[in-house]
């Protein structure tokens, strides 16, 4: 048999790492506060890499008390453009903090990796902007400006990455989930609508079983033009208004059978990036975040009951809501958390067979997406495919279930990820193709270490991405797919 050549364009002059610029010298203070820490990372549905427990099972390696250790808070910049090098996990722009100092945050992984440098100018380490960025900014905005919006230029324009200079991912991310319509007239109905459409869903499912009662009560004495003042007798007390009653429809046993899903959910939201002030701590703006989180997730659940909610939602629910929250327009800021409820919705409406346990083996199925990836790598990279599947036998289920179902928030700090999910958002057939293609991207720009390691380094290099330039990642994967349609 003969063995699949490596393609001409895996060997071009862009797998070489370009040399780092010289650190920016810091005063001895500076330096010693310049050591990153990584949260724990989260694993959906609370699996295990060798073992997978039933999704009832609230205990999960990655989101036990015990990783959720407190770190000191990490002053980090303002949002930063798509060039800046790669950070840490634990170095995520936060829009509540204010010390701007300039960290130094090249790892050893950087420079173990023979892909995984990240290169910035020292004008872009000061925080200006490329042209190329400042460029596809002006696009941006000359799109959106327009009447009747050209989808297909905004998919374009955004899947190479959105600036976040021009506050408009917000809007952008929207139109690419269909919450927006492409007429921008109709824009003040639409969100109206639905804004309000989803405060009756809060008033409707997040209601307490006595304030149920209460109304019931007085919606009968109103009925009686107030004759029968006071409260109702034992006899009138239906079954089931009942705390104790177990009837299906008995909106007590129904109250009781949520509180299990409820406390996950409190538990998870508490845990959503440690180190972004964003979502955790003692402050009421987070505070607040974590209940608009929590409430759009019990809704969710609630409609939805044939998926409810499994662990891990909290995660792909993060990103929307940070973007939209902090949208300039204070009208769209302050109305996040319906907007937010609508595009999770959409988002997961491609990926809700994922979440599905008896979809698992399915044609539609987390398994059967996990071998596309499989059959990808194989396409595009035998040699490396052969080295992990056969040689190795590191089974793809070990690092890609996580990478899949997460939508790759795991695997790189909060800003890249949001660069990532530009590109994933854009692509007209769905995000799932791109992504598989972004996962196989990630196995290919790393596979001389891949095909030099034996299965404990490989599975434990695939569980701890290395740090890696977003942007060369993206252009991989866009390199993956025209030789696919060539």
Known sequence: MVKKQVPDWLNSSLWSSPASPPPIESPPQQRQQQQPSTPPRSTLRGEDAANRPSRSSPKSTNYSSESAVERPAIAVPPPAIRTEARRTKAEIRDPLSSNNNNYNYNSDEDNVSSTGSSTTSPSLAAGGSSAEDISRQAQLCQELSRKIINMGEVRKLASQGIPDGAGIRATVWKLLLGYLPCDRSSWPSELAKKRSQYKHFKDDLLMNPSEITRRLEKSTIDESNGKDKGLLSRSEITHGEHPLSLGKNSIWNQFFQDTEIMEQIDRDVKRTHPDLHFFSGDTPFAKSNQEALKDILIVFAKLNPGIRYVQGMNELL??????????PNEENAAAAEADTFFCFVEL????????????????????STITKLSQLLKEHDEELWRHLDVTTKVNPQFYAFRWITLLLTQEFNFADSLLIWDTLLSDPEGPQETLLRVCCAMLIIIRRRLLAGDFTSNLKLLQNYPSTNISHLLYVANKLRTKSAG
């Open 348 to 367: 997961l409406s491609g990926f809700r067979d994922h979440f599905c346990q008896q979809l698992d083996n399915s044609v539609v199925g987390i398994r």
């Open 318 to 327: 993060a990103p929307l809501y940070y973007v939209f929250k902090n949208d």
